[in-house]
């Protein structure tokens, strides 16, 4: 097996806030490979975008980093580097070069006083320091490939004059534009409508398979998973409690809570006028997490005087692990 | 069935919070603002001040006397000599200047005057009732005789009961102003919201153009213009129309602008499908959300009144003496020479900082517990 | 973009005409007419007007004729610079005023620019450090500023340099220069005296722009844009400022048209205490005095230069907005 470009190893970020500490990612552990999608699919609330800001290095106060390892394996290979230990400036050297994120807001996401190729070029003067020139180039060759049309006139409008979907794709190559190994992408498709974002998410595979980019597709969709990814880490409450490859996963679900996700998919398959399952209750505040098992007052198949006390413990081997006790680790 | 309503089931916070009206929740969250809640009560009390201005007094403050001009603060004693507690001050004693063989009049150190509480002094009217009653007094005062805490004026007359009589006129004339303007701004701001179209756009540059002109020169002008044979009360409701003429647009944008939020809101879209008329939406279901809202407006709007006066005063063109405002005391510290000789002149610039500063406070709180999100 | 300059520009015009409709009202408000005061003026110098001259005064000057064709008269007069004669100073009004209208815009435009400069780095500093004991020192400074009147304030700060320093801080120039014609050294003079007065002119609306600079700056942090910047790996210095203050200047530079009226307003006032020898004291003193050509031309010229200097800002405020820029298209 070849080894992950990024491994998050038992992540923890905090939140200080009025009710107490919030723990929003709470030992979240998965790997990267190159040229794979892995999806992370949880809930809203579930700390899929923490996780995904702490891996960058911009989690925003009062929240911050209390444990755990992020591992970037260099690209000319040797000893992965914790981020988690690089200072600030070595750390702004990984964001864009390294590891890139695209937002879910592409709107809110972009400085609407500035044109687009003049913050995509930002980027791409500080790390590639190229001349303005070269650089707003690129800016175009960047857009074009995103496949905005006439990029060059493009390269001068405002956020404020182009489409949902425009924006999107100049997200999209605003990530792109200092050549990163790790692409994070979080809810990209969230705020667009239907055609759009299956448009946005060809895009993204098509860019993923040229460029032989590590991907890591935040969602809260199943059926984006199915269709995009290759790995899947399933996340509640913080917390990643079932990962593995996705035709595992979906032929094979084990924690229980999966096995709902993957139940309140709608099929064309079903039958007329059934109702479509759901979760029962709702997640709970991180600042109340349960006593035991995260997941155990809302669990169908739960053990009663094991999973309201302990905490499972991750089993399984590389590549395909769970935290519930139904599948090992019991005392 | 009817065991249902016979006890009244406790209310759990959660209920309460639920069931709160806007203003009850906004009352909650402001008393969290402790800087905002001492600035109430101190508004509070100024305007206790000014509602009882001369029952505090203890000179009357028209009262000229050439013999006390400019005497420097005298402190009350609250010890006689032997140590038994007999309030008092030193009465004043006429010295011949050597240079001059003027009289020049100076505290007595050898003379004390007594002090009682709650003793008759000048009459004075109290909500129509004569009164005579004060709150200090002196016993058996002579000519010349004061209990000047503060000092005097040029013309003799107590500062003290001169502040008590000025904070009265210069906070009422705030109150007047921001009733004109609050119903300016309440009419025009809700018309401009309510109508919208050419009406809305006719009053928003209308508030531009206000807003575009220097307020003084205006106000200085207009002030200027009113005739000197009026009466004081004449003057005094002028000048307060004046100001408020000018400082309505606040007012207006604020009501507007929440007006506007409030008809995207869903209770109002709610209230409008279940075919409440337009005034039922205004009064029982908009009003209450934005009262509070109007309530810290106005909060903010009243000490922009109170300097407005203030100045007009100070520059000789708001009210005229015999009126008493704190503009009018400043007046008489406008040179550099008078404050040389008498500093104590500049007293009244004491409440007016502290009222400012407990309104802005006050106002600041209301809006944050108005619009916490805001 | 040009509809909104010309919305602007007629707006302004039509402030111009309603301020000079006020100026006109402020001439003819006091009772009787200018001519009866001007008679009564000579006669207690000394002087007799016979009834014909008076006439013919009242013919020269419109009065008798209905109100709008004097407004006319006036208006006209106005625009080729006649502002009529003060009475008091038996001089052009143009001449009384002289020098003193520049002085005003100069300490009315060097507050704005003390204003700007302390606001704006100040507002930034507390919304960035928000809570920190130099944010809480600075909100303390700003209540305080908008709690003291600047009057009060320049007759603090009069009061305090005289009695502890011993100095007399009024005026705009040394005794020697006041009545000097402009020279280099004048104007060196001038920017000695400068500061104190736009100081103390500026705090309060100082104090009120770091208040809106920091509320706006502290919801702009907050915004999604702020973290894309991060992520594309801008120090955090760079991104603060390329980003949410670039975003926290509109509203700002909005409310800077209003400050210009403000601080006009605000220089009157001060410079009565302080002895300045701008358009203020003489206002006042015309308007005691019902010298109203006097006193109704300087309303009219702080109107209408007020007016300008508000559409200059406008302009800056277009120019620094792509949003209307592109979209008033």
């Known amino acids: ?331 | 069935m009817f065991g249902m309503f016979k006890s009244r089931p406790q209310l759990s916070q959660a209920e309460r919070f639920a069931q709160a009206t806007q203003l009850q929740l906004t009352w909650w969250r402001f008393r969290k603002h402790r800087v905002a809640m001492v600035s109430g009560v101190i508004v509070a009390l100024f305007y206790l001040v000014a509602l009882s201005a001369d029952f505090l007094a203890t000179t009357d403050p028209h009262a000229t006397d050439s013999r006390t001009s400019y005497i420097a603060p005298q402190p009350v004693h609250f010890f006689e000599d032997d140590g038994s507690f007999r309030p008092y001050v030193n009465g004043l004693k006429g010295v011949r200047d050597p240079k001059t063989f003027k009289i020049v009049y100076t505290p007595d150190p050898q003379r004390h005057v007594q002090v009682d509480f709650l003793a008759p002094g000048y009459p004075y009217t109290f909500l129509g009732i004569s009164m005579t009653t004060h709150l200090f007094a002196l016993r058996n005062p002579e000519r010349g005789d004061g209990i000047f805490i503060l000092g005097t004026d040029q013309l003799g007359r107590d500062i003290w009961s001169r502040l008590m009589v000025a904070t009265r006129v210069s906070l009422t004339i705030g109150l007047v102003g921001v009733s004109i303007s609050l119903f300016l701004g309440v009419l025009l701001g809700g018309v401009s919201a309510f109508y919208g179209g050419m009406v809305d756009t006719v009053i928003q540059r209308v508030i531009e153009v206000i807003r575009s002109m220097p307020t003084i020169p205006l106000w200085l002008g207009l002030a200027a213009a009113l005739p000197n044979d009026w009466s004081v009360t004449q003057v005094y409701f002028s000048i307060t129309v004046i100001i408020s003429l000018l400082a309505w647009t606040d007012l207006a944008r604020v009501v507007r602008g929440k007006f506007l939020a409030l008809r995207e809101e869903e209770f109002v879209m709610a209230a409008e499908l279940a075919g409440a008329s337009s005034g039922r939406i205004i009064f029982r279901h908009m009003l209450p959300s934005f009262l509070s809202h109007i309530i810290a407006a106005v909060s903010l709007a009243l000490p922009a009144m109170i300097i407005s006066e203030t100045s007009l005063s100070f520059l000789g063109l708001g009210l005229r003496p015999p009126a008493i405002s704190w503009g009018i005391l400043l007046q008489d510290a406008q040179s550099i020479q008078s404050l040389a000789l008498a500093p104590w002149l500049l007293s009244a610039a004491v409440p007016v900082i502290l009222v400012i500063l407990a309104f802005n406070f006050l106002g600041d709180g209301l809006r944050d517990a108005a619009d916490p999100y805001g | 973009m040009i509809t909104f300059i010309v919305r602007r520009l007629l707006l302004g015009l039509f402030t111009v005409w309603l301020i000079s409709m006020l100026a006109f009202a402020i001439i003819q408000l006091p009772p009787g007419d200018f001519v009866d005061s001007y008679i009564a003026n000579l006669a207690a110098g000394g002087a007799a007007v016979s009834a014909d001259e008076a006439n013919a005064m009242r013919k020269l000057y419109g009065m008798g004729q209905p109100i709008y064709v004097q407004y006319g008269k006036w208006i006209v007069r106005v625009v080729v610079g006649d502002f009529g004669e003060s009475m008091e100073w038996r001089r052009p009004v143009s001449e009384v005023i002289g020098d003193r209208i520049w002085l005003t815009l100069l300490l009315s435009f060097a507050a704005l620019l003390v204003t700007w400069g302390l606001a704006l780095p100040i507002g930034i500093f507390s919304a960035v450090r928000q809570y920190s004991v130099a944010d809480y020192i600075f909100t303390l400074v700003g209540f305080i500023g908008i709690a003291v009147p600047n009057f009060l304030l320049a007759l603090i700060i009069l009061y305090a340099a005289f009695r502890y320093l011993g100095l007399s801080v009024g005026g705009l120039f040394s005794a020697e220069y006041a009545l000097a014609p402009w020279t280099w050294d004048k104007v060196k003079d001038l920017s000695w005296h400068l500061p104190l007065p736009a100081m103390i002119l500026a705090l309060s609306g100082t104090a009120q722009l770091i208040r809106i600079m920091r509320a706006n700056l502290l919801d702009e942090l907050r915004k999604p844009y702020v973290v894309t910047a991060r992520a594309k790996g801008l120090s955090e210095l760079r991104t603060v400022l390329k980003y949410p203050v670039r975003a926290a200047l509109n509203p700002f530079a909005s409310n800077i048209a209003y400050l210009f009226p403000y601080l006009v307003s605000g220089s009157i006032i001060i410079s009565i205490v302080l002895g300045l020898p701008t358009v203020g004291p003489l206002l006042v003193r015309a308007l005691i005095a019902q010298d109203v050509y006097l006193g109704g031309a300087i309303v009219l010229l702080l109107g209408v230069l007020t007016v300008i200097g508000t559409f200059i800002s406008d302009l800056v405020l277009m120019w620094v907005d792509p949003r209307l820029r592109h979209q008033m298209d």
Do not use: W
């Open chain 1, 1 to 331: 097996m070849v080894d992950p470009i990024l491994s998050i190893r038992d992540l923890h970020t905090e939140f200080v806030a009025n009710e107490g500490i919030i723990r929003a990612v709470d030992g979240v552990s998965f790997d990267v490979f190159q040229g794979r999608t892995l999806g992370v699919v949880g809930e809203s609330g579930c700390g899929k975008s923490v996780t995904a800001r702490s891996i960058l290095g911009i989690v925003e106060k009062p929240g911050r980093v209390t444990g755990g390892q992020i591992l970037l394996r260099p690209e000319t290979g040797g000893e992965a580097v914790d981020l988690l230990q690089l200072g600030p400036k070595a750390m702004r050297a990984i964001r864009g070069p390294e590891i890139a994120l695209v937002f879910q807001e592409p709107m809110a996401s972009f400085s609407q006083y500035y044109t687009i190729g003049n913050q995509i070029m930002e980027g791409i003067r500080l790390h590639l320091k190229l001349s303005a020139r070269a650089a707003r180039d690129r800016a175009i060759e960047l857009l074009d490939m995103v496949g905005v049309p006439q990029p060059a006139r493009r390269v001068d409008e405002y956020p404020f004059q182009l489409s949902g979907g425009l924006r999107q794709r100049v997200m999209i190559a605003m990530a792109l534009a200092c050549d990163p190994r790790v692409l994070i992408a979080d809810e990209p498709t969230t705020a667009l409508d239907v055609t759009t974002q299956a448009q946005i998410l060809d895009l993204l595979r098509e860019l993923q398979q040229k460029q032989g980019l590590a991907l890591i597709l935040i969602t809260h969709d199943m059926g984006v998973i199915a269709e995009m990814a290759h790995d899947v880490a399933v996340m509640y409450l913080g917390r990643a409690v079932e990962t593995g490859p996705v035709s595992e996963i979906f032929t094979a679900p084990k924690h229980p809570y999966t096995r709902a996700l993957l139940r309140s998919i709608p099929t064309v398959m079903a039958k007329p006028r059934t109702r479509l399952p759901t979760i029962e209750g709702s997640i709970p505040h991180p600042s109340n997490r349960p006593a035991g098992c995260a997941y155990n007052p809302r669990c169908l198949e739960l053990i009663d005087d094991l999973c309201r006390v302990q905490e499972p413990p991750e089993t399984g081997m590389a590549g395909r692990r769970i935290r519930c006790f139904l599948h090992g680790g019991r005392p």
